[in-house]
């Protein structure tokens, strides 16, 4: 074993090492971004699906907060918010404020509701809704902000001979929800989006003709006993 | 030989071997943090796709069936149509779907949806219709896609309950014409198998106005959306002109609850004729009915408990055991009359009047319905008169709807055009979703078991 040999063997190691920590490094990064990403989708769907099955009223935004543009960045949700009118050229229930759902060109009215209409929908005073992951000892792992906007659609193939496709009610438009999932370190926002209508059905559908409800705030393991309303 | 003998034996090197050696495990171990590292960031991604392509399949479903209740499924040829965003037939014997469209955030839908079905080839079961009524049941399949490549199908069986509702619109409609001379506030939808006549300010007060006629359309107010009842249409289950059932009035001709009504003027006599001059009060308990004139002028309060059905006989009915002469069949309201619901929530269905008329007979010579003046509540109710002529000189407010065999309003009608669910008679305009199933992502419309 000469010097030599040993001063070639500890530099091939040292780089080979050098090598070995950067693929350590970045696959921490990498892991680290996935679960962020995970975590904003998990909470975009999770979301998407509370609001989806909101009754129909309560599929709004509360009026009461401000819907302007609050930021001049392209990632940031907010960004894409105007307080001009738009969609004038068809019937529709409201025409401002206006969201940009598709973050690139087409407006739509946001479906604005008073605090009474959105009584039940415990996120009704706050935008965006900010949210937190916990370590399992408790502490904070990882936070974020969703922001929700939902906007009468303004669906050009639409073309019925029932006149359900535009109209000036709140009841037979369709709504398009918005929900896009912001946190520290993530590039850009989760983005998740659906429509919804009102289904007429529930109660009214005649295909529970004559079928009883469990009263409201009663468990549903108790016999259905009301009148479905 | 004996030079590699001689090396082992000095173990010249051997420190470069073992680095070498160190060096391909570390190397190893790198590949298999990058491999993992990737795969974490694959699954994420792939997980955010598919969450987007579920929401945008999702959003394709919602879209046809709001498309497809715009729509009037009216006719045997519309119901052996696939639909899109219109009725289309088949095109080498599958349903065309829609082009891609664009929901935001990158993501796309498109959607297909079937002929009404006549075996069971959907997600979830074959939905049996309610005792008295008939449904049809369509089948759709959306598929959505979102960033990241994530692709998704889902599919639904919506079903259309038809009949035996007896109202052809949710609102006002007329076996034949339709004649407005002054001020109607409206709200809701209007037909007319004739023509449909607005001489002066026609006032939307709610949901959109939209008039359907098979004859003519004069309006004095632009902006109404109207259109024409085609041929088809108007031989259509729902548009045509209605044979009245004599069921209700023969039943209830021998057994009804006419002595449960209270008048503090007035009476209903032997001839089942409800009438009083002025200041009576008018108590009708829920209950079935059964008369043959109703006459009321001047300041009548009418009380009454859901639900309640009056049945207006006529002379005109075979069997009727009403009087023949000319009040028989028909309602006269003169000045002040109000009918008053007594129910917490208020509800069309909570009061339905069924004339019979004069069958075949639906011009103005009919049996009158004549209400002169002020006649309020508003009144919540079904007004079922295909053979009888409505007349409203002034000032008339009712909710709910009103099928007569000519209508005419002389001035100052508020009418806000609605009906429950379970009495509509129209097709094809409340698809209630009955199934839903998620299934595999293959683009293929008539993948197995999801179309």
Same mark, same amino acid.
């Given at each position: 074993m000469t010097l030599f040999e040993v001063l070639m063997a500890t530099l091939i190691l040292a780089i080979a090492s050098s090598g070995l920590l950067s693929a350590f490094d970045a696959g921490r990064r990498s892991i680290s971004y996935s679960e962020l990403h995970s975590v904003a989708t998990q909470v975009g769907e999770r979301e998407l699906q509370r609001v989806s099955s909101l009754k129909w009223e309560q599929v709004a935004l509360n009026k009461e907060l401000s819907w302007a543009s609050g930021s001049s960045s392209t990632t940031n949700p907010t960004h894409y918010l105007s307080a001009s009118e738009c969609d004038t050229s068809v019937t529709l229930p409201s025409h401002k404020p206006c969201y940009q759902y598709d973050w690139s060109s087409s407006y739509e009215p946001l479906v604005l509701g008073s605090e009474a209409e959105l009584s039940s929908e415990p996120y009704k005073a706050t935008d965006p809704v900010t949210f937190t992951t916990s370590a399992p000892g408790g502490a904070t792992r990882l936070s974020g902000s969703v922001y929700r906007y939902i906007t009468w659609v303004s669906d050009s193939k639409c073309e019925g001979t029932g006149n359900t496709c535009f109209s000036a009610s709140t009841q037979t438009n369709y709504k398009r929800v918005i929900v896009a999932v912001t946190m520290s370190g993530l590039q850009r926002p989760v983005v998740l989006s659906t429509l919804l209508i009102n289904h007429k059905g529930e109660a009214s559908n005649p295909l529970f003709a004559g079928a009883k409800c469990v009263e409201e705030g009663k468990p549903i393991t108790e016999a259905a006993s009301v009148e479905c309303a | 030989m004996r030079v590699i003998r001689r090396r082992l034996q000095q173990e010249e090197?051997?420190?470069?071997?073992?680095?070498?050696?160190?060096?391909?495990?570390?190397?190893?171990?790198?590949?298999?943090?990058?491999?993992?590292?990737?795969?974490?960031?694959?699954?994420?991604?792939?997980? !955010?796709?598919?969450?987007? %392509?579920?929401?945008?399949?999702?959003?394709?479903?919602?879209a046809a069936v709001h498309r497809l209740s715009s729509q009037a499924e009216e006719t045997?040829?519309?119901?052996?149509?696939?639909?899109?965003? $219109?009725?289309?037939?088949?095109?080498?014997?599958?349903?065309?779907?829609?082009?891609?469209?664009?929901?935001?955030?990158?993501?796309? +839908?498109? !959607? !297909?949806?079937?002929?009404?079905?006549?075996?069971?080839?959907?997600?979830?079961?074959?939905?049996?219709?309610?005792?008295?009524?008939?449904?049809?049941?369509?089948?759709?399949?959306?598929?959505? $896609?979102?960033?990241?490549?994530?692709?998704?199908?889902?599919?639904?069986?919506?079903?259309?309950?038809? /009949?035996? /509702?007896?109202?052809?619109?949710?609102g006002i409609y007329a076996e034949t014409n339709f004649k407005v001379n002054n001020k109607l506030n409206y709200s809701g939808e209007i037909g007319a198998r004739g023509n449909v006549e607005f001489n002066n300010g026609v006032k939307n007060v709610g949901k959109e106005i939209t008039i359907k006629y098979g004859g003519e359309y004069k309006s004095h107010e632009g902006g109404l959306t109207h259109e024409t009842l085609s041929k088809e249409e108007l031989e259509s289950e729902r548009f045509k002109l209605?044979?009245?059932?004599?069921?209700? +009035?023969? *039943?209830?001709?021998?057994?009804?609850?006419?002595?449960?009504?209270?008048m503090t003027v007035g009476s209903v006599n032997a001839g089942r004729e409800m009438s009083a001059a002025t200041n009576t009060t008018v108590t009708i308990p829920s209950g079935t009915y059964n008369l043959c004139y109703i006459d009321f002028t001047n300041a009548a309060k009418i009380l009454y408990t859901p639900p309640v059905t009056i049945y207006l006989d006529d !002379?005109?009915?075979?069997?009727?055991?009403? %009087?023949?002469?000319?009040?028989?069949?028909?309602?006269?309201? *003169?000045?002040?009359?109000?009918?008053?619901?007594?129910?917490?929530?208020?509800?069309?269905?909570?009061?339905k009047i069924n004339a019979w008329g004069n069958p075949p007979e639906t011009s103005n010579s009919a049996p009158k319905i004549h209400l002169n003046n002020a006649v309020s509540g508003p009144m919540y109710a079904m007004i079922y008169a295909p053979n009888s002529y409505f007349e409203v000189n002034n000032s008339f407010?009712?909710?709910?709807?009103?099928?007569?065999?000519?209508? +005419?309003?002389? *001035?100052?009608?508020?009418?806000?055009?609605?009906?429950?669910a379970s009495e509509a008679g129209t097709g094809g305009l409340s698809f209630f979703p009955t199934a839903y199933h998620q299934c595999s992502p293959s683009t293929s419309p008539t993948a197995a078991g999801c179309y």
């Open positions: - | 090197g051997f420190v470069l071997v073992v680095a070498l050696l160190l060096v391909v495990t570390i190397l190893l171990l790198a590949a298999a943090i990058i491999a993992t590292s990737v795969a974490t960031s694959s699954h994420a991604t792939s997980e !955010y796709g598919r969450s987007g %392509a579920i929401a945008a399949a999702n959003a394709g479903l919602e045997t040829a519309q119901q052996e149509d696939c639909f899109t965003t $219109k009725f289309e037939a088949k095109e080498g014997g599958v349903c065309p779907g829609t082009s891609w469209e664009t929901l935001g955030s990158g993501a796309e +839908y498109k !959607y !297909y949806v079937s002929p009404v079905m006549t075996a069971n080839e959907c997600a979830g079961l074959w939905i049996k219709a309610p005792a008295g009524k008939t449904l049809t049941q369509r089948c759709i399949t959306a598929i959505g $896609k979102a960033n990241g490549g994530g692709t998704a199908r889902v599919q639904e069986r919506v079903a259309n309950v038809l /009949g035996p /509702g007896i109202f052809p619109v949710a209605p044979t009245q059932p004599a069921t209700g +009035y023969a *039943n209830s001709q021998t057994t009804n609850n006419n002595a449960a009504i209270t !002379y005109h009915r075979s069997g009727s055991t009403c %009087a023949s002469k000319s009040t028989s069949g028909t309602i006269e309201l *003169n000045n002040a009359v109000e009918w008053l619901d007594q129910a917490s929530t208020k509800s069309p269905a909570d009061l407010s009712m909710v709910g709807g009103l099928v007569a065999g000519s209508i +005419y309003f002389n *001035n100052e009608v508020t009418f806000v055009g609605e009906l429950p």
